[in-house]
Structure formats: structure tokens, C-alpha cells
């Protein structure tokens, strides 16, 4: 099997590549990329990429697959067919379910369940949970997990509160070379409440989720990585002031990545419409600075990764009250066109800044082979087709997904993943221009 | 086709004007002993999931006057108490042919995602730390059997003003109607920003009341003591009380209200409660016309055309 790409905008950060030119790939590895490839017209299928931006497969390193035990959110395979439709080739997916991933036993249920044949043909790159039952108490056996195949560990769903936990959990995870994805927020400023603290939850009389919670566990986080030299990565940003902790971290010396999602540069506790449980996330919307500043610190690298957060819930448990509705939103869907609708074409990120955010860079935290199209550095090829001008809106009724909770619906976007190339597994949106393929179909009527 | 009363805030002025021009016709009629006519009977429901006697028999008062069938479910009686969702149990009512809901909630917000499903008239009696429109209806009419305008007067809203969902709809009632509103009260119970409010904040008590014509108390919840959101009552009281002493900075003829129920001897001393300037008997009378008013408003499409000139008296 042979697939060349043709005269598309290639995008690799991790050699900085930006050239219009073509990809071979065969046999599922990629075998040639560059602006000098000739190609030959010997290919089972030729994709005039023209317009196209030619990828490495994205990387989402914060995802909620919902299993073991809450299926009725999402399981392995919609998960993974909604990672595939957005243009993700490996995800990680998140340790809070029922049970909590504390143990090598879940981890192999999960590893299964992501290679089975209706799976969506991604890479599913498991995270566990920190501590045993996630419960913040007791950290969990991290060599055995880890020999089991985690990528990360993280408290994600209960953030540690206690600091001799977190700093033990870090000595561990120093030792074993694993990078924590940490959960910010302190329960005592944060219990109860459901949006940003401001004009808005004043407005509504919700109860409120002020931004200290969050930036005091990111900066106890940030000291505790430096004094113990362990690998941590902040999950969520969404304030300044967050953002601040993390840069003053990186800049004295403390190994500190951090993450954002669409919605903390795309949206802002003013987009939410009255009690719209759609809205509900923690951290929560915040407001225009912090969206500014969020959007600046992406651009300046200290914040290294976008990243979903993609965390579906099912319909009835979001037609409740506010303050009763469950957090989260999902993200794989709408990840592509949100960035590049309120990033990339503003201006605040270039094309290949928003792939490394989006594909380099996570691959580099968690250590995956992954996020690059150089050849021979990934098991498999991995490639996405982007769109960077089609104009489309967005209709969770025709997502993969089971969770249908987003504030995007109806929203236009402007840049879409069209095609994803995961090995033998290969997605085409319902919007790829089928006139841009020209397959080859004399080895087919060989064949038959 | 109907409406909802959600919020105050989502009211025209003229909405509100329509609501209260309408109480006041029906309280002439019923302090009158005349029978109400033409008023077409209803069934609505009254839905309390949070603990509730004054609002709930000022309901059922309105009702009852109207002549509509009511049927009450309350939270410790019913399915509310097994679990049933929300919408579940709004869609078990829109089945039993219920024609409209009275819905008072804990949470912010439940009006609004009950008339998601609902399909007819919803009548918002308390949602959580958001509004509670009828109570303001109310005071406005209170108001306005003390003064001819509501237009220009100086209202504080004194005490718990963060917790407290009476104070959100009548800030947005008075000042749609143009008064000048206050919140008056310890910061740490203030809003954590009135910048989408009406209303400006006053953290001393006797700057916030000064020259004002209204005195609106609200209650002091004993949680917030627990919540560690007072050192103490003594302190609150030595501070923010409305009595005899500190009413004498107001203007002379103040208007003393208090939405119930009144934590006598904490935000009100005896002297304010009862005394000459209070009118807070006279609030949860009118409670009863502004909610038959509710009542009939939400199942007309458009303002009533008006059967009578304003006469002699308020002009809203």
C-alpha cells in the first residue's frame, strides 16, 4: 500500500519544517517528506493536498474515556472514533473512572479495549491514577503501573491536597522518570462552587470557583517539582495568574510543562448563556484577560500544549440545574476548528506553533513515538490532513461521541481535520474533497 | 400561549408597571369582598422542593382568590423526595394536565430549565441566590401605597446581599422603575462584583441608609455563622442593625421592609419592626395581589389592554 501526499503545506515541528511539498508513504511508515520528493504516479492512492496542511497525527495528552465504569458517558471505541474525526492519532486517556486506573490489571483492560477492532484504529496511551482509588491518600504501586505501560500519572477528578502526599508521589515519579499531570485546585476555596468568581456568578447567584484555587495548588505544584526535580505537568491552565506561577517555575530552572484547552482562549464566563449547564467546567471560564493572556502565553511557549479535556457526559446528567450539573465538556471534535478559528487565524499562534501545541509537544512530554513525520521515528505512520480554511459549524448530532455537553454547538468554525492516517487506519470527514484522491484502481482490478 | 415570570431582570419596565397595575385592581376587588370575574380557572401547581410556608400560602391565597385549582407538591411529600430529576417530575406534570408551575428551587437557575421542558407558564418563586420576583413585585406595590413614584427614590438593600435572591430582583425592579438602589452590608456578604448589578455598594451602614426613603432588611441566615462568615451576631448587630438610633440618618419618613422571616433583635430591633415606619405587615398582604397578579399575567401573550383608567392614587 503506497499513499502519496502531493503539494500540500507540510507542518513537522519536530524538525521545523514548513514547506509546501510531498509525503510517500508506504507500507505504513513514511518514507519520504520534503519539498524535493519526486513521486512517481505508482501510488495505490495520490491526495492533491493543495491548500491542505499535511500533519503528524495529533496528540491529545487529556482525554476521558469514561471506561471502566461509566460507560454510559462514552467508552474506548466512540472515544476513540470521536480522537480520529478530530484529527488525533494518540490520546491519553484520563485515570478517574470507577474504579479509578490504580492498578497494571486496569491498565491492560484499557491497552485491550483500545486495540480491538471497532476501536477507532487510534493510539490510546493510558494515564494512571497517582494515588490508590484516587482518593488523594496513598500513592499507588507507580513502578507497576508503570512497567504496565502508563505514559503519566495524575490526580486528575481529586486533586492532592495533601503536600507530604503530592511531595512523596513526586520522589517516586522522579525516580521512575514518569511525569505527574496534576489537578489543580485547593478543595477549601473551591467546594461548592460552579463558575468563575465575578461579575457574572454575582449576576446569576452561582456559587463561585475563585482563581486562587487554582493558582495556589499550581504554584505549591511548581515548588514541589522544583525542590524534588520531578517531571510535572500542570493540567488546565485557564488564569493569569496561573500562567505567571508556571513561567516563573520554567524560569528557575523546576521541569514544568502545562497544558490549556479551547475553551479558556475561546471562551469567557461571559459567553455562558443563562444557567447553561454546556458552560460548566473547572476550571471554569474565566474572563477576557485572562483569555488575553492565556492566548499570549501559548504564543511566548510557556504554555506548551492545547490540549481537549474532552469529558463527556451523558444527556440527562447535564438537563439539571446548574450547580447540580456535572463538569466538563467534551473537546476532540471541535479541538482543530476552535484553535485555529480563535488562535491560528487571529494571529496569535502560526500554523506550525499550533501543530507543535497540538501534536509535537504533548508527544515530547509523555515521552510517545509520536507527533513527528520524520521517518522511522514513529511505529506507524501517523498524518492528518487540515483544512485551515473551511469554513464549517459545528453539530454535535453529528459527532462520534457519546457526550453530546459543548457550548460549541452551532458555533462556526473556520479549519477542520479532514483526513487522519493512523498506520493501517484511515478516517475521511464527510468534508474531504473525495476529488482531491485518485486512487489507482488497475492493482485493484488485478486483484480481482 | 403564555409566558414565564423567571426573573425581574428579563422584565420591560412597562411589564413590570402592567404586573403591578393589576394587583392593584385585584387587592381593590378583594379588600372590597367583591368576587373576581373573568378570570378564566386555571390548574396550576405549586412546586416547593425547598422548605417554604410564607411564599407557599401567599400562593395559595392568590390562587384560591383567582378561584384556579392548585396542587401542591412539596419536597418532603412527594417523588421530589426519590430522586425523580427536575425535568422528570415537570414532565409528570405537563402529563397531568397541570396548566401552570410555581416553582421555588435551591438551585440558581431551575425556573429556566424547567421551562425547558415544561411547554407552559412557570412562575419562578425563589431560585436558589437568584431571583424571587414576586417578592419584589410586592415590595414595589408596598412602595407605592406610601409614595407616588418609585422614580428617584433612595433605597438600601441592607445585609446579606450575596446569598440573598430578594435583593437581586428588587435591585432590578426598583432601578428599572428609577430608583437610585444601595447594597448595604459587610463586604465579605456583598456580591464579589455588582458590575453587571444595579447597584452600588456601601460597606458602613449609616453612609449606605443616608437620606434614603427605603430601608429594605434582609435576613441574616444563622449558616453564615458557620460558614465563619461573621466573628459573631453581636458584632453584625452592633454594626449593620436597622433600629431607632441608626434610622434617624435615613430620611425622616423612611420606609422600613423586611421580605421575612425577621431575625428580630439581629437586622431589626423591635422599634423598626413594629414601629411607625414599618410596612412590613403590609408586604406579605400584597404578596398576595402581585402573586394573583403573577398569576394571570404569565397565561396572556401581551400586556392586557387596560379596562380602566388609572385613577385618582399611585401611579406606577
Not at chain 1, 507527533?371 to 521515528?377: A, C, I, K
Not at chain 2, 428579563?10 to 393589576?22: G, M, Q, V, Y
Request: aromatic share 6%; hydrophobic share 40%; proline share 6%.
Amino acid at each position: 500500500m503506497k499513499i502519496i501526499l502531493k503539494n500540500g503545506r507540510i507542518l513537522d515541528p519536530s524538525t521545523d519544517l514548513d514547506v509546501i511539498g510531498n509525503v510517500i508513504i508506504e507500507d505504513e511508515q513514511i518514507a519520504e517528506i520534503g519539498d524535493d520528493v519526486e513521486i512517481e504516479e505508482d501510488a495505490d492512492e495520490i491526495i492533491d493536498c493543495t491548500g491542505l496542511w499535511i500533519t503528524p497525527g495529533l496528540v491529545d495528552m487529556h482525554t476521558h474515556l469514561r471506561e471502566p465504569g461509566e460507560d454510559h458517558k462514552e467508552t474506548i471505541v466512540t472515544g476513540t472514533q470521536a480522537a480520529a474525526a478530530g484529527g488525533f492519532t494518540t490520546i491519553a486517556c484520563m485515570p478517574n473512572t470507577t474504579p479509578p486506573l490504580d492498578t497494571p490489571t486496569l491498565i491492560d483492560y484499557i491497552l485491550d479495549k483500545a486495540s480491538a477492532p471497532d476501536a477507532g484504529g487510534v493510539f490510546v496511551a493510558p494515564v494512571g491514577a497517582l494515588t490508590l482509588r484516587n482518593l488523594g491518600e496513598k500513592v499507588a504501586d507507580l513502578a507497576a503501573l508503570k512497567k504496565a505501560g502508563v505514559v503519566a500519572v495524575s490526580d486528575e477528578g481529586c486533586p492532592t491536597q495533601n503536600a507530604l502526599v503530592m511531595t512523596r508521589a513526586m520522589e517516586f515519579c522522579q525516580q521512575l522518570d514518569l511525569p505527574i499531570m496534576a489537578h489543580c485546585d485547593e478543595a477549601s476555596l473551591s467546594e461548592g462552587g460552579c463558575m468563575n468568581e465575578g461579575p457574572v456568578s454575582s449576576l446569576l447567584g452561582l456559587k463561585p470557583l475563585p482563581r486562587s484555587a487554582e493558582e495556589i495548588m499550581v504554584m505549591r505544584n511548581c515548588l514541589l517539582a522544583l525542590h524534588t526535580d520531578c517531571h510535572v505537568h500542570i493540567m488546565r491552565v485557564s488564569t493569569w495568574g496561573a500562567v505567571e506561577m508556571v513561567r516563573q517555575a520554567k524560569y528557575l530552572g523546576a521541569r514544568v510543562t502545562c497544558e490549556t484547552c479551547p475553551q479558556y482562549f475561546a471562551l469567557t464566563d461571559e459567553s455562558m448563556k443563562d444557567f447553561d449547564p454546556n458552560y460548566k467546567t473547572t476550571p471554569p471560564l474565566r474572563t477576557p484577560t485572562d483569555v488575553d493572556l492565556i492566548a499570549q502565553a501559548l504564543a511566548d511557549g510557556t504554555i506548551d500544549v492545547i490540549a481537549s479535556d474532552h469529558s463527556p457526559h451523558a444527556a440527562y446528567e447535564v438537563q439539571v440545574p446548574f450547580d447540580q450539573a456535572p463538569f466538563g465538556m467534551v473537546g476532540l471534535e471541535s479541538c482543530v476548528g476552535v484553535t485555529l478559528t480563535f488562535l491560528t487565524h487571529p494571529g496569535h499562534l502560526s500554523p506550525l506553533e499550533t501543530i507543535r501545541k497540538l501534536s509535537t509537544a504533548p508527544a515530547q512530554i509523555l515521552r510517545l513515538e509520536a507527533g513527528t513525520l520524520s521517518p522511522g521515528e514513529t511505529p506507524v505512520a501517523q498524518v492528518t490532513l487540515i483544512d485551515p480554511e473551511l469554513e464549517w459549524t459545528f453539530d454535535v448530532n453529528k459527532t462520534f461521541s457519546k457526550g453530546k455537553n459543548t457550548p460549541f454547538h452551532g458555533e462556526k468554525l473556520k479549519g477542520k481535520a479532514v483526513w487522519t492516517l493512523c498506520g493501517s487506519e484511515i478516517y475521511r470527514d464527510q468534508s474531504f474533497d473525495e476529488s482531491r484522491s485518485q486512487v489507482d484502481m488497475s492493482e485493484q482490478s488485478i486483484e480481482n | 400561549m403564555s409566558r414565564n415570570l423567571l426573573s425581574i431582570r428579563h422584565l420591560k419596565a412597562d411589564e413590570i408597571r402592567d404586573l403591578i397595575k393589576t394587583a392593584q385592581d385585584f387587592k381593590k376587588h378583594v379588600t372590597a369582598g367583591k368576587p373576581i370575574q373573568n378570570v378564566p380557572r386555571r390548574t396550576v401547581g405549586l412546586l416547593f422542593f425547598e422548605a417554604s410556608t410564607r411564599t407557599r400560602v401567599s400562593f395559595e391565597q392568590a390562587a384560591s382568590y383567582l378561584g384556579y385549582n392548585i396542587s401542591v407538591f412539596a419536597a418532603q411529600s412527594s417523588s421530589l423526595s426519590k430522586g425523580e430529576t427536575l425535568k422528570d417530575t415537570v414532565l409528570t406534570l405537563k402529563g397531568e394536565r397541570i396548566e401552570a408551575l410555581v416553582i421555588r428551587h435551591r438551585s440558581s437557575g431551575s425556573p429556566q430549565l424547567a421551562a425547558r421542558f415544561f411547554g407552559g407558564p412557570i412562575v419562578n418563586a425563589g431560585d436558589g441566590e437568584h431571583e424571587h420576583p414576586t417578592q419584589a413585585l410586592g415590595d414595589a406595590l408596598t412602595i407605592l401605597e406610601q409614595r407616588k413614584t418609585i422614580k428617584g427614590l433612595k433605597i438600601a438593600i441592607v445585609g446579606d446581599v450575596l446569598h440573598s435572591r430578594v435583593a437581586r430582583s428588587n435591585a432590578w425592579l426598583l432601578s428599572k422603575l428609577g430608583a437610585e438602589v444601595r447594597f448595604v452590608g459587610p463586604k465579605i456578604l456583598m456580591p464579589a462584583s455588582n458590575a453587571l448589578l444595579p447597584g452600588m455598594i456601601y460597606n458602613d451602614l449609616l453612609p449606605g441608609i443616608q437620606d434614603c426613603d427605603v430601608v429594605m432588611c434582609l435576613r441574616l441566615q444563622k449558616e453564615r455563622m458557620a460558614d465563619g462568615l461573621l466573628s459573631s451576631i453581636g458584632q453584625y448587630r452592633r454594626s449593620y442593625q436597622i433600629n431607632r438610633e441608626t434610622l434617624k440618618i435615613a430620611a425622616p419618613d423612611c420606609l422600613v421592609m423586611h421580605p421575612g422571616p425577621i431575625n428580630r433583635g439581629v437586622e431589626v430591633d423591635d422599634w423598626a419592626a413594629d414601629g411607625p415606619l414599618s410596612v412590613i405587615q403590609r408586604q406579605i398582604e400584597n404578596g398576595i395581589f402581585v402573586r394573583m397578579a403573577a398569576l394571570t399575567w404569565v397565561f396572556e401573550t401581551k400586556t392586557k389592554p387596560k379596562a380602566t383608567k388609572t385613577k385618582k392614587g399611585a401611579t406606577v
